[in-house]
């Protein structure tokens, strides 16, 4: 690790996930006892989560799937605690054995974590096994969001994605990076959108995959040319019959939380139903065993075990009531400033809109690079990690 000043509350502490065989098997019971619904009335998803997909998802996670795997998978890796603005905060924290490598600051989102972005970290941090050359390595620190996984869940109100920024941007410093570069999608392009807004010393620019502006305002965006009454159309459908989970969370995250915490299968449909390029390639991958890219049944249920193992469905439920909620705190606050580092912006083919350059030209005066990825979706780092690693070196080449 590079110097990391010991200040009273500012320690680096390492830290190991263990997961008590009692909760391991009182997950077993819970899944051995899911109540069913009947079957929905339609062939699609316009009901919710298909019956087919969760029975096929309960059978595998309950008979086939090994719990200890996030345990494992996350021990293999250098893994620290610290406190920030009174919230103690875990990341994964991986430095490239290329000794000009550019510090990354990686934020996930929901129902997101970490996990999703672990194969990532190969392409990420050692580019010349990954097809890349030295010149495109990054030394890697990937935060768990405040009430997400092994970080704390915050005790009063106010974490939004503005906070959480500037959270980062103390981590960046605290782990003695005096430059770096920061890339987000889905919540974390929420952080990353705020902390390249904020500008905070050091930063040299930011990279998402999800463009915030066009969700916040899509009504500011050009809309003269086919594509981008396209995006507007996809944006309009997802508001009215695809984000009840946005709606629910962002407004009675408690409520739901109860079902969250309180049965595992409950928790794993309200995670799998997000989007519909990603529903339906999770339900492929459980009911036909057929993976898309990096989403196989393990990965899928390595992060929802891990959402499960921390207790946190409704302490992530909370984070869109402090990010988009009317009556949080941060709601009615001034618009930040435009990003006044560079900014790159890379579209997938199965996000929930695909994004116009235009849009992203419109939305950050400070563009340096647009990307179109041949694979994947919303969650692309952990879909396709190694075209997202492509991405990110491509974005940030010209910051080195």
């Known amino acids: 690790m590079t110097t990391v000043e010991q200040r009273a509350g500012h320690a680096i502490r390492p830290f190991t996930v263990r997961?008590?065989?009692?909760?391991?098997?009182?997950?077993?019971?819970?899944?051995?006892?899911?109540?069913?619904?009947?079957?929905?009335?339609?062939?699609?998803?316009?009901?919710?989560v298909q019956l087919a997909t969760m029975r096929a998802l309960g059978q595998y996670w309950e008979n086939k799937y090994d719990l200890r795997r996030v345990q494992s998978r996350l021990n293999a890796l250098p893994q620290f605690t610290t406190e920030i603005d009174g919230v103690g905060i875990h990341f994964v924290h991986v430095r490239s054995r290329h000794r000009d490598?550019?510090?990354?600051?990686?934020?996930?989102?929901?129902?997101?974590?970490?996990?999703?972005?672990?194969?990532?970290?190969?392409?990420?941090?050692?580019?010349?096994?990954?097809?890349?050359?030295?010149?495109?390595?990054?030394?890697?620190?990937?935060?768990?969001?405040?009430?997400?996984?092994?970080?704390?869940?915050?005790?009063?109100?106010?974490?939004?994605?503005?906070?959480?920024?500037?959270?980062?941007?103390?981590?960046?410093?605290?782990?003695?990076?005096?430059?770096?570069?920061?890339?987000?999608?889905?919540?974390?392009?929420?952080?990353?959108?705020?902390?390249?807004?904020?500008?905070?010393?050091g930063l040299a620019g930011i990279h998402t995959n999800l463009l915030v502006p066009a969700l916040n305002d899509p009504a500011s965006l050009p809309n003269s040319t086919d594509e981008e009454r396209a995006a507007l159309a996809a944006i309009k459908v997802f508001q009215t019959s695809g984000n009840g989970y946005f709606v629910e969370m962002a407004t009675r995250p408690?409520?739901?939380?109860?079902?969250?915490?309180?049965?595992?299968?409950?928790?794993?449909?309200?995670m799998i139903d997000h989007d519909t390029d990603a529903y339906y390639k999770i339900a492929r991958a459980f009911v036909d065993g057929?993976?898309?890219?990096?989403?196989?049944?393990?990965?899928?249920?390595?992060?929802?075990?891990?959402?499960?193992?921390?207790?946190?469905?409704?302490?992530?439920?909370?984070?869109?009531?402090?990010?988009?909620g009317a009556d949080a705190p941060a709601a009615g606050r001034a618009p930040l400033p435009d990003p006044r580092v560079p900014v790159g912006f890379s579209t997938f083919p199965g996000e929930i809109w695909r994004t116009p350059r235009s849009w992203a030209e419109k939305s950050y005066p400070t563009l340096n690079y647009f990307g179109?990825?041949?694979?994947?979706?919303?969650?692309?780092?952990?879909?396709?990690?190694e075209l997202f690693a492509g991405q990110l070196r491509a974005a940030f080449r010209p910051l080195r």
């Open 101 to 201: 490598a550019l510090p990354l600051v990686m934020t996930h989102g929901w129902p997101g974590s970490i996990i999703e972005m672990i194969d990532s970290i190969g392409p990420l941090t050692d580019p010349t096994a990954h097809g890349g050359t030295a010149a495109d390595a990054f030394h890697l620190v990937l935060p768990s969001l405040p009430g997400y996984g092994f970080s704390a869940q915050p005790t009063e109100v106010g974490w939004d994605l503005v906070r959480t920024a500037r959270a980062w941007a103390e981590l960046m410093s605290r782990l003695g990076y005096d430059r770096y570069v920061a890339q987000g999608g889905d919540v974390g392009a929420g952080v990353t959108d705020a902390i390249g807004r904020l500008g905070p010393k």
């Open 254 to 270: 408690e409520t739901i939380g109860y079902a969250l915490l309180d049965s595992p299968s409950a928790l794993a449909a309200w």
């Open 372 to 385: 179109v990825a041949e694979r994947g979706g919303h969650f692309a780092a952990w879909e396709e990690p």
């Open 290 to 324: 057929q993976p898309s890219g990096n989403l196989t049944r393990d990965h899928i249920l390595d992060n929802i075990t891990a959402y499960w193992l921390t207790g946190t469905g409704a302490s992530t439920a909370r984070s869109y009531w402090e990010a988009y």
């Open 19 to 48: 997961f008590r065989a009692e909760a391991l098997d009182d997950l077993r019971h819970r899944l051995a006892a899911t109540r069913w619904p009947t079957l929905e009335l339609v062939g699609d998803r316009s009901q919710g």
